[in-house]
């Protein structure tokens, strides 16, 4: 047999051939390896998208499917098992390798509480949980060339993290129409009256460095041009009729039959002619405006709980809501 390999390498034929079948070999062993690596980073993927979808579905679930809540009846905390049992729902619902995961054994759902500042989770159910992790994991995903040194199976897993909490900050567009926090029980009926005095429930605001003028407050009525706002934001308050600025919201009011569900800032103040930080969002359902006659007032609920696309979470329990986003 020796004699044989040396007479093949010593023709060029031969040799030639021979360099060939080892480099195919080679060849189609890295064709293998790279079609497994494909396999590995396709189940990676679908694991991750199951992971993010159930814990967006967690932290979606930990409060009402149906809002805004009207009623001060309904507590403003979280519901963990309706979170966890969406959360594991939705994760189940993603194949993975061509099949679903078991809730059982291969979908972990926590719900808890996400930390903004140091940006970690705890798990564990409180009145203040705000998000879902999901885990999830598909072990022995078959390695078909890789066989070759020794590697049949590898196990793969995935994290997410989402949060649905009260609202930090809300988008533009804004009401021009602050509240003071002792009117913001769930449930109350308030009328914020605007003519002047020295102690309000609630008036106009615009925030810095816009005017405080009839024009800019009307501006943000029929314009939606105020600006996203922040908790901790200085915003100007007024507290003055502006018979233009009830006109321009009693005419928008109109075209909201049942109400106007809206967010409004929160000022720990009832003196309404200085500045003043915000220190959270209320929803709030306009019902009625008056700009005639002696008494000329803005007239609404407050509202237990609602949504809003455009806010992101992190802030105080007033009932005002963001969506859920992914922190991980």
Sequence with gaps: MCS?????LSEP???VSLVTAIGIFVLLGFIGLALDVAHIVMVKSELQKAADAGAMAGARGLWPLVLPVTGSTTPRNPDCAAGALAAQLTAHNNRVDGSYLATD???????????YASKTFTAGCTTT????????????????FAKIFGISTTDLSATATAVMDFASAVGKGSLPIALDKEFTTPGAVVKISMNPDTVDNGGWFVDPPDK????TIRDYITKDICPALNIGDIINLQNGVDG?????LKDELATHPGGWDTFLPVVDTPKFNQQQPITAFVPFRITEVSNT???????????NMMDMPSALPGGPNYGALAPPKAVR
């Design 4 to 8: 044989r390999v040396r007479r093949c």
């Design 13 to 15: 034929s031969g040799s």
């Design 105 to 115: 054994s291969e979908i972990t759902v926590e719900v808890g509480r996400w930390d």
């Design 129 to 144: 949980s705000n998000a879902a992790r999901v885990s999830t994991r598909r072990n022995g995903v078959v390695m078909l």
């Design 212 to 215: 405080a003028s009839a024009a």
């Design 244 to 248: 233009s600025v009830l006109a321009a």
């Design 293 to 303: 006659g002696s008494d000329k007032y803005v007239k609404g609920m407050v509202l």
